[in-house]
């Protein structure tokens, strides 16, 4: 599995966007990547996962350059409620695939 | 929006006993995973568990671990004989049934059940 880096941590204000970067050199071909939001005492949510270019939903976008190197995570007009550790993930499609977790980024949005 | 669900919320036991941890996953998921997180930690994998019987376990994941699918909706983590070093936020997670080679399915997490071992 390839390994993942991203920052320790982010600071942000209310009403900004926030871009957070993960390298991942290592990437297999059938790689995917994905992200997920972590608040304090509960369990991981599913962001958002992509295999190249672009993907949008109603939460964030993900960009993803032609290397695949790196990836992304944008998060439009951050609120107070944003504030959370935000991991990225690197996997191998399949049905019972694990979750390899790094430390994450911990996000901390401000009034 | 179906969730995850797990009980008890919180635990706490004396070292050496046996804990039982629940889970009930996302009623047309097919496979099953136990992830822990100690406090200030990184979320581990313990263990993922399709069709019955175990996919995969972490190397944490020793004989004092079982788990089980007791019924059609329910998904057990047995720690036999809890140490110190068990006490940690316990999550279960559910996926459907996986498309090989296309994509990974999302996994939901429940809410988590914290574990102290006195």
């Known amino acids: 599995l390839a390994k993942t880096t991203q920052p320790i941590s982010m600071d942000s204000y209310e009403g900004q966007e926030v871009n957070i970067t993960c390298s991942h050199n290592?990437?297999?071909?059938?790689?995917?990547i994905t992200w997920y939001q972590q608040f304090p005492s509960q369990g991981p949510r599913f962001i958002i996962q992509g295999y190249k270019t672009k993907v949008t939903n109603e939460v964030a976008s993900l960009f993803i350059p032609a290397d695949r190197k790196s990836s992304t995570l944008s998060l439009p007009r951050v609120s107070l409620s944003d504030t959370a550790v935000y991991y990225c993930l690197v996997f191998n499609p399949g049905g019972y695939n694990k979750l390899i977790f790094g430390a994450g980024t911990r996000l901390a949005v401000h009034p | 929006e179906p969730e995850v669900t797990q009980t008890p919320s919180h635990q706490v036991t004396q070292m050496g006993q046996e804990v039982i941890l629940r889970c009930v996953p996302i009623?047309?998921?097919?496979?099953f995973y136990w992830y822990r997180q100690i406090l200030g930690q990184k979320v581990e994998f313990l263990v993922s568990?399709?069709?019955?019987?175990?996919?995969?376990k972490s190397e944490i994941f020793d004989d004092q671990f079982s788990v089980e699918r007791p019924d059609g909706s329910n998904f057990t983590l047995k720690i036999r004989s809890t140490k110190l070093e068990d006490s940690a936020m316990y999550f279960c997670?559910?996926?459907?049934?996986?498309?090989?080679?296309?994509?990974?399915?999302?996994?939901?997490f429940g809410p988590g059940t914290r574990l102290l071992v006195l």
């Open positions: 009623s047309n998921h097919l496979y």
């Open positions: 290592n990437i297999a071909t059938n790689d995917y």
């Open positions: 997670a559910s996926s459907e049934a996986g498309l090989a080679g296309a994509y990974q399915e999302t996994q939901y």
């Open positions: 568990f399709y069709n019955n019987e175990i996919s995969e």
